[in-house]
Structure formats: C-alpha cells, structure tokens
C-alpha cells in the first residue's frame, strides 16, 4: 500500500524558506509523476509543482522563480524549496504521486504558515 509522508511545514517570516519533503513507499515511485498541490482556509486546492518521472518541472505561475521541485528516485523522495515566502503561500502543502494509469496518492498534508 503507498504512502507518502510530508515534512518540513512550519511558521516562518515573510522573504524566509523552508524545504519541504515527501517520502514515498509502497509504489515504483521512479516512474510515477509527483506533485505538491496546497489548500488555503477558503480557497481552492491549487496546483503548485510538478515533476515528472523524467525530473521536468513545472510550477504555477504564482510561485514561479520562488519555488523549485526535485526528485531523488534512489530515496524515494520528492523535494519542495520555497524560497522568497510570502503571508499568501499560507496553506496546507500535500503531497501528490500521479502514476501511469492516472491513479493519485495523496499525503495528509504539512501546515506551512507565513507570518511575521
């Protein structure tokens, strides 16, 4: 059974950075797609990166120049570095695992809170 395991979260200030983590097990994770997606009170669950089983990253143009997404397959484990914080990257982060045959996985999601 998969299981994916988010780290990382906290409270920093404003222009700050934080890495978050993502443990995967139970699944092929080198050729699965992942993702970390974000909840904010209120709004919408929005996009924020992915990267595919190849290591090609995309972002949202909302954090675009201030976050980078990476990989290591040999420990299953995806990466989120937030750099450049803002109050609005506020949310709860989850991490996601798109495989193949368009089957998602879903962590329980780290708080990030930005605020000084």
């Known amino acids: 059974q998969v299981q994916l395991v988010e780290s990382g979260g906290g409270l920093v200030q404003p222009g700050g950075s934080l890495r978050l983590t993502c443990a995967v097990s139970?699944?092929?994770?080198?050729?699965?797609?992942m993702r970390w997606s974000r909840q904010a009170p209120g709004k919408q669950r929005e996009l924020v990166a992915t990267i595919t089983s190849r290591g090609i990253p995309t972002y949202a143009d909302s954090v675009k120049g201030r976050f980078s997404i990476s990989r290591d397959n040999a420990k299953n484990t995806v990466y989120l570095q937030m750099n450049s914080l803002k109050p609005e990257d506020t949310a709860v982060y989850y991490c996601?695992?798109?495989?193949?045959?368009?089957?998602?996985?879903w962590g329980q999601g780290t708080q990030v809170t930005v605020s000084s």
């Open positions: 996601v695992q798109s495989r193949p045959d368009f089957v998602d996985s």
């Open positions: 139970g699944s092929m994770f080198s050729i699965n797609t």
